[in-house]
């Protein structure tokens, strides 16, 4: 007797170490020894992930949306059963206080460097922090900013989560989308030139390499005139850009200031006027949750790819 349960202990804890999952988050490894029963996901593009896995039954809200933008009706149908626990950053006390075990976010996307929420902060809790890659700039080194980015944090929920082959099908079935799409394009004599405008009138708020329109734009055959700031989104002077002339202004929107207001400021301001996108009028709008690392990417490179070939 003593043997056999010697044997179905063994046998047990050999399971239990079968199950646990260990993934790079940043600079961290998190191991996960069963998937996440109480998640809760930060921002309209992370929660997408989510949604695109079919984890809404291991969560138990989300935060940071309705604070910034507003929800389409695809995305109010995903989370309609849940509950938006805070709609900018999350306190510290809401994760807890909803009884969260795993919290997806990242740098700047509902936690910042040095603040309250942090992996660090949220572990005596016992609640698990799983970073977004393409914030990881903000906490060490990084390559640039690719699709790369978004199909990792795909996979690596799938194994924490314990739906690695939905993760993968998924993946497989974005890049093979993405390729046939591509391959029917025309081919560009010269990569367009691209400059990001977020938001901000005295100065810019704008994309560079780390952040994910730098990888949306050379995906769809594009440069950004901003590939060699060596930050994720930041300002620069609007002297850069008309020096830069891009041929094409890709617009984010969200948030108060509409699409339109931003192309009527850039159409209106004298300085702007020998631009070559604004001599021509060739912008290109992305909505936030395309133009941030998520699921919406397929769709941002094909926008981005028609318009550069546009007439």
Not at 27 to 44: E, G, H, L, Y
Not at 59 to 88: C, F, H, N, Q, R
Not at 285 to 297: C, H, M
Request: with cysteine; hydrophobic share 45%.
């Amino acid at each position: 007797m003593k043997l056999a349960f010697t044997a179905l202990t063994a046998l047990s804890l050999a399971s239990t170490a079968m199950a646990q999952t260990t993934v790079q988050s940043c600079d961290r490894t998190v191991t996960f020894a069963t998937p996440p029963k109480a998640a809760i996901s930060n921002d309209v593009n992370l929660t997408e992930m989510m949604l695109a896995l079919k984890l809404q039954d291991h969560m138990v809200g989300y935060t940071g949306i309705s604070g910034w933008k507003t929800l389409d009706d695809k995305m109010t149908m995903g989370v309609e059963a849940l509950p938006e626990l805070s709609s900018k950053y999350p306190a510290k006390e809401v994760l807890i206080g909803a009884d969260a075990d795993f919290f997806f976010a990242g740098w700047n996307y509902g936690m910042r460097v040095g603040g309250e929420v942090t992996p660090q902060t949220l572990a005596p809790f016992g609640i698990a922090v799983y970073e977004l890659t393409e914030s990881c700039i903000h906490v060490g080194p990084k390559d640039a900013a690719s699709m790369d980015d978004m199909y990792n944090d795909l996979r690596n929920l799938g194994a924490i989560f314990g739906v690695s082959v939905r993760a993968e099908t998924l993946i497989e079935g974005y890049q093979s989308e993405l390729a046939a799409f591509l391959d029917e394009q025309s081919a560009l004599e010269t990569a367009p030139r691209v400059f990001v405008y977020d938001s901000g009138e005295d100065v810019p708020f704008t994309a560079g390499q780390f952040a994910m329109p730098n990888a949306l734009i050379e995906a769809a055959g594009g440069t950004n005139i901003m590939n060699d700031l060596d930050k994720s989104w930041a300002t620069v002077g609007w002297e850069a850009v008309v020096d830069r002339n891009p041929e094409i202004v890709v617009i984010v929107n969200y948030g108060e200031v509409t699409a339109d207001q931003k192309i009527e400021f850039m159409m209106s301001n004298p300085a702007f006027a020998d631009i070559d996108a604004v001599r021509n009028k060739r912008f290109v709008v992305l909505e936030y949750v395309e133009a941030t690392p998520g699921p919406r990417n397929i769709e941002a490179v094909k926008t981005l790819a028609a318009a550069f070939r546009a007439e």
